[in-house]
């Protein structure tokens, strides 16, 4: 009897148009351990995220492209935020057995398009069938220029200038729109989409070291103020923003208004950003007009550590007040 290659058909599917097997090294063969975006092994940036159906993605609210794509961008954001370039993807995959054989179809093809389309190559990886579906990417990268070394959540210095490039807090308003009021869902389709396939300037971390902005970055994957605490823990230092500078996206602030919530609330707390967070000492006018990085916007400054908290806000009142990490969770 012909044996069953429904499994092998669906890789040789995934793999028909992937991006072709580069033999280049890294230019720089640096080492780094835990603590960053990435960990560093003889040059090769690399990160791993998972995305579990009905945790961080729900195929009733999205588009099965619509998940793929918002599961690659959480992996590229990483190599992105240490100033790579993603080059290879090992992928696990867990196909939901409840899933229509259109789905699980189109799932691959999302896959296949969506690192083929980023020169991403699959060298490997494992498919099962279970209970729910799941995406299990581990990303490697490198740095383009010899001379480079990846950014860091440790390098913030007093005096740096605290920066994000892009608006804040569309996610977490699209799923608070999503979770509370899906029956408006058209009336923000930006805010919906940003959370459902988040779009980003995946170019942004190397176009900074281009630049020659080295100083500490990272991605604003976890919420904003859980990130100004993890960047001013990693680098001893204490970290001052200020409300009136905070690039709120107007379409959040338009949410806000009609259902009676504070916009600063998503800017502050809301996860799945995938902006970059960064801080350095060069001048602002170097980050202007560059498509590579988008519209960036200075929101703070580093200054001494003190026994104080390690992140306070200017209010608009004149006041301040601690920014706690009160944003994602996996625990």
């Not at 691959?108 to 699959?122: C, M, V």
């Not at 080295?214 to 409300?243: K, P, R, T």
């Not at 990085?293 to 908290?309: N, P, R, Y």
């Amino acid at each position: 009897m012909f044996p069953n290659l429904g499994e092998f058909n669906f890789i040789q599917a995934l793999l028909k148009d992937a991006a072709a097997f580069k033999k280049e090294p890294p230019a720089t063969r640096g080492w780094l351990g835990v603590g960053d975006d990435c960990a560093q092994f003889d040059g090769w940036l690399v990160t791993k995220d998972l995305s579990v159906e009905n945790t961080h993605f729900r195929l009733d609210w999205s588009t099965p492209e619509q998940a793929v794509e918002k599961h690659i961008v959480s992996n590229v954001s990483d190599i992105n935020s240490m100033g790579g370039i993603p080059r290879f993807a090992v992928l696990g995959l867990c196909i939901n057995k409840n899933w229509s054989p259109e789905t699980r179809t189109r799932v691959q093809a999302a896959l296949s398009q969506g690192f083929a389309k980023r020169g991403i190559t699959l060298i490997g990886g494992d498919t099962v069938v279970g209970d729910v579906g799941l995406f299990s990417t581990t990303l490697l990268g490198t740095l383009e220029n010899e001379n480079s070394k990846p950014l860091l959540r440790s390098a913030v210095k007093p005096g740096d200038t605290l920066y994000v490039n892009g608006t804040l807090g569309k996610s977490g308003a699209g799923l608070w729109l999503l979770v509370n009021h899906p029956e408006a869902k058209d009336e923000f389709p930006t805010l919906v989409e940003y959370h459902l396939a988040p779009k980003i300037c995946e170019s942004a971390g190397a176009e900074l070291l281009r630049l020659g902005a080295c100083g500490a970055c990272m991605d604003i994957s976890d919420g904003l103020s859980s990130e100004l605490n993890h960047l001013a823990l990693s680098s001893n230092v204490d970290l001052q923003i200020i409300e009136n500078k905070l690039p709120i996206d107007p379409e959040v602030t338009r949410l806000c208004e009609k259902y009676g919530q504070n916009p600063l609330n998503f800017a502050l707390n809301g996860g799945e950003e995938y902006h970059l967070l960064f801080a350095n000492s060069s001048p602002k006018s170097i980050f202007k007009a560059n498509t590579q990085l988008g519209e960036v916007c200075e929101i703070g400054f580093a200054v001494e550590k003190s026994a104080g908290d390690p992140v306070n806000m200017l209010c608009k009142n004149g006041e301040k007040m601690p920014v706690q990490p009160r944003a994602w969770s996996h625990l």
